[in-house]
T-cell receptor, first 112, second 113 residues
Framework: DAGITQSPRYKITETGRQVTLMCHQT?????MFWYRQDLGHGLRLIYY???????DKGEVPDGYVVSRSKTENFPLTLESATRSQTSVYFC???????????FGPGTRLLVL | QQQVKQSPQSLIVQKGGISIINCAYE??????FPWYQQFPGKGPALLIA?????SEKKEGRFTISFNKSAKQFSLHIMDSQPGDSATYFC????????????FGEGTQLTVNP
């Protein structure tokens, strides 16, 4: 199906473990984004990518790593998960210079 | 460095009433101001947007009012319905940032029947 998907939808992990959240879009959008959503903070940009092999830091990048070897995929890795990374993570995509961002359904991550 | 400030954090309105959510920004380079709507368990989705060359944009029951001199914009939901209960985010884009958006903190709207 066309659109933007995220996996897993729910994840429980332990402090110190590595976790990778997947994001896949079928529109061939140039831009892709990772946000975290926390109560009182809204949507905060973690990393974004303007094209394959081009990534840049957002507002809260510490503790996260991204890669983008293919246009359609934009995985987010927590190298050593901490409790403060418990959050809902959203992936989004948009066309180059596009105004609308299309969001995935989110991944709820709990770090124990 | 919150560049877009949104208020209130939560809002309760009776069915048929008017819901008003406000946002203020500091960066005069912002050139596009969208509002996103998010239902529980879903990702945000674009609701309505405005550019600073107009003072108001209306789509059905949803209206954006924009005050460039005050650097403020607001979302008005007329005849609010229980189905409008959701979290609303204002956002802003800087012209040179490509597709990057800066989001407000969000407003949780509850419309009581």
């Amino acid at each position: 199906d066309a659109g933007i998907t995220q996996s897993p939808r729910y994840k429980i992990t332990e402090t110190g473990r590595q976790v990778t959240l997947m994001c896949h879009q079928t529109w061939s959008h140039s831009y892709m984004f990772w946000y975290r959503q926390d109560l009182g903070h809204g949507l905060r940009l973690i990393y974004y990518s303007a094209a394959a092999d081009i990534t840049d830091k957002g507002e809260v990048p510490d503790g996260y790593v991204v890669s983008r070897s293919k246009t359609e995929n934009f995985p987010l890795t927590l190298e050593s998960a901490t409790r403060s990374q418990t959050s809902v993570y959203f992936c989004a995509s948009s066309e180059i210079q596009g105004e609308t961002q299309y969001f995935g359904p989110g991944t709820r991550l709990l770090v124990l | 460095q919150q560049q877009v400030k949104q208020s209130p954090q939560s809002l309760i309105v009776q069915k048929g009433g008017i819901s008003i959510i406000n946002c203020a920004y500091e960066n005069t380079a912002f050139d596009y101001f969208p509002w996103y709507q998010q239902f529980p368990g879903k990702g945000p989705a674009l609701l309505i947007a405005i550019r600073p060359d107009v003072s108001e944009k209306k789509e059905g029951r949803f209206t954006i009012s924009f005050n460039k001199s005050a650097k403020q914009f607001s979302l008005h939901i007329m005849d609010s319905q229980p189905g409008d209960s959701a979290t609303y985010f204002c956002a802003a884009r800087e012209e040179t940032s490509g597709s990057r958006l800066t989001f407000g903190e969000g407003t949780q709207l509850t419309v009581n029947p």
